[in-house]
């Protein structure tokens, strides 16, 4: 079963910011908190990854308060070509990847 | 540097026959993981390899099996195919076995069971 839960679907318009929440409130003291793009009949595409606080890269950012019992990834004046699968999942190195069905976002024009 | 690459990247087989993927890591990367994704659902673990060792094994029957190689790229087999196998197989490399260690995907092989 997958480790956390996430909207499954949200709907955006280019140009505008889109927050995805997760929530995970069995988080373990080692994990850490990831997230991957998919479009369809692709592989994953690594977003991003944190453990606590703030994490920013070129494409998003990721938002893990103290109690780490949710993140928040978000995606800066998102474009169509933004209309993918978004998951959500903790990983500490030694477990596997747990995917649940993810966050479809879809954005139009 | 190349990202991780799988072949083949579409397969078309019959029931009853058998099937080997292969998957080349990452350079550098020594740890490998193989995923089932069958559509409309998020990829599931099948087996994690590192430095040519099982170390992780998903809930799949005994028809599927896979290894690692001395250069760490990594083959998995099918037995027996049933329809069911039908699916996106996803192979995932990553550094090392340590939390943060990011795994990355291939593509992936389309495997089509009629």
């Known amino acids: 079963l997958a480790k956390t839960t996430q909207p499954i679907s949200m709907d955006s318009y280019e140009g505008q910011e889109v927050n995805i929440t997760c929530s995970h409130n069995?988080?373990?003291?080692?994990?850490?908190i990831t997230w991957y793009q998919q479009f369809p009949s692709q592989g994953p595409r690594f977003i991003i990854q944190?453990?606590?606080t703030k994490v920013t890269n070129e494409v998003a950012s990721l938002f893990i308060p103290a109690d780490r019992k949710s993140s928040t990834l978000s995606l800066p004046r998102v474009s169509l070509s933004d209309t993918a699968v978004y998951y959500c999942?903790?990983?500490?190195?030694?477990?596997?990847?747990?995917f649940g069905k993810g966050t479809m976002l879809l954005v139009s024009p | 540097d190349a990202g991780v690459t799988q072949s083949p990247t579409h397969l078309i087989k019959t029931r009853g026959q058998h099937v080997t993927l292969r998957c080349s890591p990452i350079?550098?990367?020594?740890?490998v993981s193989w995923y089932q994704q069958v559509l409309g659902q998020g990829p599931q673990f099948i087996f994690q390899?590192?430095?040519?060792?099982?170390?992780g094994r998903g809930n799949f029957p005994d028809r599927f099996s896979a290894r690692q190689f001395p250069n760490y790229s990594s083959e998995l087999n099918v037995n027996a195919l049933l329809l069911g196998d039908s699916a996106l197989y996803l192979c995932?490399?990553?550094?090392?076995?340590?939390?943060?260690?990011?795994?990355?995907f291939g593509p992936g092989t389309r495997l089509t069971v009629l």
């Open positions: 995932a490399s990553s550094l090392e076995r340590q939390g943060g260690d990011t795994q990355y």
């Open positions: 069995n988080i373990a003291t080692n994990d850490y």
């Open positions: 944190g453990y606590k």
């Open positions: 999942l903790l990983f500490s190195g030694y477990s596997t990847l747990t």
């Open positions: 350079s550098g990367h020594k740890s």
């Open positions: 390899y590192y430095e040519k060792e099982e170390r």
